[in-house]
């Protein structure tokens, strides 16, 4: 530790007395300064010990000596050295007795003692206090080496808890606290999420202190890019020394080398994730459960999910190819990894497209945390972001082919209709018409639709609504004609006039199947007017 008032009284080489301040010997010095200035509080810094011989002090004084007294306090000075045997034989009374009604710690310095002596002293203790920390450092560096080289990262942030005297946790990229030392502090480690989701927003490296001085606690982040990949919290009842601090240093290096290391390992993944995926997709799930081995084997044995993630547009597209790390494509699989590993189960997520930026693959259990996580992330985040989402059915290794089509047909669905993420199922479930929500049949409605329409403008019949009450009886013509309002005849008469202008049999289920969807298509909005054409007789 750094020296203090009292380990120079207790220096047998300088023989200093304490006449007042007893009770604050313990104060650490950080410099030992002399000034016979009257007022030397502006070239003070604090944490000095003032040393002086009164030479231009009116020592005598008692306000004056209480002023001066206070000004020194004041600026911090954690103590005063007077000289005795030079200007004065003894301290003065007033001098003294303004030290003890301020506890401002004075010492006496007899005469055979120089002031260099003390300055040296102090020098000497903290050049040796620097020493100290810088080997302590040095020695903490090496045991979290090992600790990170033979067990990993827990016990990294287990040794840096016991050398900071305190408590360290090791956080995700969501802010899910991954380890905890000691045991105790995993609740307060848990409440720090919103302020590592905080310094998750910020360039990396990047760092912040929250808390009391009770519990101060120093959040790093963890990352060699501008993306933080991770966060270190350390607290401790009182700032970080040097030793500490060297030791919390260590360990941010060490687990940021262990989150790089890991971003390798990720990386072979899904290369071999790839390898499986082609052989499911090509219909040998036997030869992708041996390519698998004990990293994906357990996740082809139970009904699994694909789900396909792509840019929704051509500027979302460019920032899924950027290489700074920041693509939301990314940010989704680091988002499905950690869900992964939070739960202990296992996911094959494998990028598609040059330098695999352009889409994600992922084949994750049903009803496990990586599909909850990914619908979790489509209904937070993934429309910001700019991404699609499409998911497959339940299914198995023998029926991977087939669920890859789902989930591209869910992910082309999704597109259509501008939503994040949609469902096979869902797709299965629900009606085909909002699946004419498309400007290519809009279009085609609109040219099947146009003539009948204009035949309707010109007050020469209702064809438009007469069909669509004939085909909704399923061509029955009493019941289409009592919904008209008409005689049968009439009705009839005004079908033969619709396969007239457009020229085909309503006979023909493919016809009758065209007109409705086109009828449906564009609602009671009438295509937008073409060119003048002659009436139709």
């Keep these: 530790m750094p020296p203090t008032l009292a380990s120079l009284v207790q220096h047998s080489a300088l023989k200093l007395t304490v006449r007042a301040g007893e009770d604050r010997l313990d104060t650490p010095v950080r410099w030992a300064h002399v000034s016979e200035l009257a007022d030397p509080v502006p070239y003070m810094e604090g944490g000095e010990l003032l040393l002086t011989t009164a030479l231009t002090l009116d020592a005598e004084d008692p306000e004056a000596m209480r002023r001066y007294a206070r000004r020194l306090l004041g600026a911090g000075v954690v103590g005063l050295g007077f000289a005795v045997?030079?200007?004065?034989?003894?301290?003065?009374?007033?001098?003294?007795?303004?030290?003890?009604?301020?506890?401002?710690?004075?010492?006496?310095?007899?005469?055979?003692?120089?002031?260099?002596?003390?300055?040296?002293?102090?020098?000497?203790?903290?050049?040796?206090?620097?020493?100290?920390?810088?080997?302590?450092?040095?020695?903490?560096?090496?045991?979290?080496?090992?600790?990170?080289?033979?067990?990993?990262?827990?016990?990294?942030?287990?040794?840096?808890?016991?050398?900071?005297?305190?408590?360290?946790?090791?956080?995700?990229t969501s802010g899910t606290v991954l380890a905890v030392s000691p045991e105790w502090a995993a609740r307060r480690a848990a409440r720090l999420t919103p302020d590592v989701e905080r310094l998750r927003e910020r360039p990396a490296p990047a760092s912040a202190v929250v808390?009391?001085?009770?519990?101060?606690?120093?959040?790093?982040?963890?990352?060699?890019?501008?993306?933080?990949?991770?966060?270190?919290?350390?607290?401790?009842?009182?700032?970080?020394?040097?030793?500490?601090?060297?030791?919390?240093h260590s360990a941010i290096a060490l687990l940021t080398l262990t989150t790089e290391r890991s971003r390798s390992l990720q990386a072979a993944e899904q290369r071999l994730g790839a390898a499986v995926l082609r052989l499911l997709l090509a219909g040998q799930?036997?030869?992708?459960?041996?390519?698998?081995?004990?990293?994906y084997g357990g996740l082809l044995d139970a009904p699994f999910r694909l789900l396909i993630a792509e840019p929704a547009g051509a500027e979302a597209k460019e920032a899924a190819t950027a290489k700074d790390g920041e693509s939301p494509l990314a940010v989704l699989a680091e988002t499905?990894?950690?869900?992964?590993?939070?739960?202990g189960?296992?996911?094959?997520?494998v990028p598609e497209g040059p330098e695999g930026a352009e889409r994600l693959v992922v084949l994750a259990g049903d009803g496990g945390a990586v599909v909850t996580a990914c619908e979790g992330y489509a209904s937070r985040e993934a429309e910001e972001a700019g991404l699609v989402v499409g998911l497959s059915a339940p299914t198995g290794p023998i029926a991977a082919a087939a669920a890859y089509k789902q989930a591209e047909q869910a992910l082309s669905v999704a597109r259509r209709r501008g939503r994040a993420l949609v469902e096979h199922e869902d797709l299965a479930a629900g009606s085909v018409l909002p699946l004419l929500a498309d400007d290519a049949v809009r279009a085609f409605a609109d040219g099947l639709l146009r003539a009948l329409y204009e035949h309707d403008a010109t007050g020469r019949g209702d064809l438009v609504a007469s069909l669509r009450a004939w085909l909704s009886r399923h061509g029955q013509w009493d019941a289409a004609a009592a919904d008209l309002g008409v005689h049968r005849h009439t009705l009839r008469y005004r079908?033969?006039?619709?396969?007239?202008?457009?020229?085909?049999?309503?006979?023909?289920?493919?016809?009758?199947?065209?007109?409705?969807?086109?009828?449906?298509?564009?609602?009671?909005?009438?295509?937008?007017?073409?060119?003048?054409?002659?009436?139709?007789?």
Excluded: C
Excluded at 101 to 123: D, G, N, Q, W
Excluded at 345 to 349: D, G, N, Q, V
């Design 85 to 172: 045997g030079v200007n004065y034989e003894d301290i003065p009374d007033a001098l003294l007795e303004a030290a003890r009604e301020e506890h401002l710690p004075l010492l006496e310095v007899p005469r055979r003692t120089p002031f260099l002596a003390i300055s040296k002293a102090v020098s000497a203790a903290i050049a040796a206090d620097q020493y100290r920390a810088v080997t302590a450092g040095f020695e903490a560096q090496r045991e979290l080496t090992r600790a990170a080289l033979a067990e990993g990262p827990d016990a990294v942030v287990s040794r840096l808890a016991a050398h900071v005297d305190g408590w360290a946790a090791l956080y995700d």
């Design 211 to 248: 808390g009391g001085t009770d519990d101060r606690i120093e959040l790093q982040s963890l990352g060699t890019g501008r993306r933080v990949r991770g966060a270190l919290a350390v607290g401790t009842g009182a700032p970080l020394g040097t030793a500490e601090r060297y030791a919390v």
């Design 285 to 295: 799930p036997d030869h992708a459960r041996g390519v698998a081995g004990d990293l």
């Design 336 to 343: 499905l990894d950690a869900a992964a590993a939070r739960a």
């Design 345 to 349: 189960e296992s996911a094959l997520t």
């Design 495 to 537: 079908m033969r006039r619709v396969e007239e202008i457009l020229g085909r049999s309503l006979d023909d289920a493919d016809v009758r199947m065209e007109l409705w969807l086109a009828l449906k298509a564009t609602g009671d909005t009438p295509p937008t007017p073409g060119p003048t054409q002659p009436p139709r007789s």
